[in-house]
């Protein structure tokens, strides 16, 4: 729709450097129009195993800020009264290109591949395919596996209320 791209080019010189647009749509809501603005934290490389920290709450409504600026002083959106809603892609994305895999690292995931679903944690993204460390089973141990992007053809981040933390550095544990 030319009038979501308008709004991309618009929020996306706004917003800079700062975050990435990841969505724009614009729905008809009664006398009213909703914008919704998906955006997330630019990454640079899609190759890495360092996890992407999420927006936090103030970045977001700095974000919302810029946005709100920026559509209110453009013809964009026109004289019709709009909602403006901010936020981020949020748990439910499907993992669908090699960035989405990279802002996954450290995540438990669920991949369906040809020959059937595999769960594991991203441990990093390479420019071909994705390393996860699978739980072990009574077959086999624990273990580290390369899957193909061109392999996987579902993945989904799952949810975790007790993600594991990493070690604290050694710094961290002297007194």
Do not use: C, W
Request: proline share 6%; net charge negative.
């Amino acid at each position: 729709m030319a009038l979501d791209h308008d709004i991309l080019e618009q929020v996306s010189s706004a917003l800079g450097d700062d975050f990435t647009v990841a969505a724009v749509t614009v729905t008809p809501a009664g006398k009213r129009r909703v914008a919704r603005i998906t955006v997330e934290r630019p990454v640079q490389d899609a190759v890495g195993d360092t996890p992407i920290e999420a927006l936090t709450l103030d970045e977001i409504a700095d974000a919302t800020r810029l946005v709100s600026d920026a559509l209110d002083t453009s013809e964009v959106l026109g004289s019709q009264p709009y909602t403006l809603e901010v936020s981020t892609p949020g748990t439910d994305r499907p993992l669908t290109e090699p960035m989405h895999f990279r802002r996954a690292v450290s995540r438990l995931v669920e991949l369906t591949l040809a020959d059937g679903p595999l769960t594991g944690r991203v441990l990093a993204t390479t420019a071909d395919g994705v390393d996860l460390q699978v739980a072990g089973t009574k077959q086999q141990g624990p273990h580290t596996e390369h899957i193909s992007f061109a392999d996987i053809t579902k993945g989904v981040a799952q949810v975790e209320f007790n993600r594991p933390q990493s070690a604290p550095d050694a710094d961290e544990t002297k007194d």
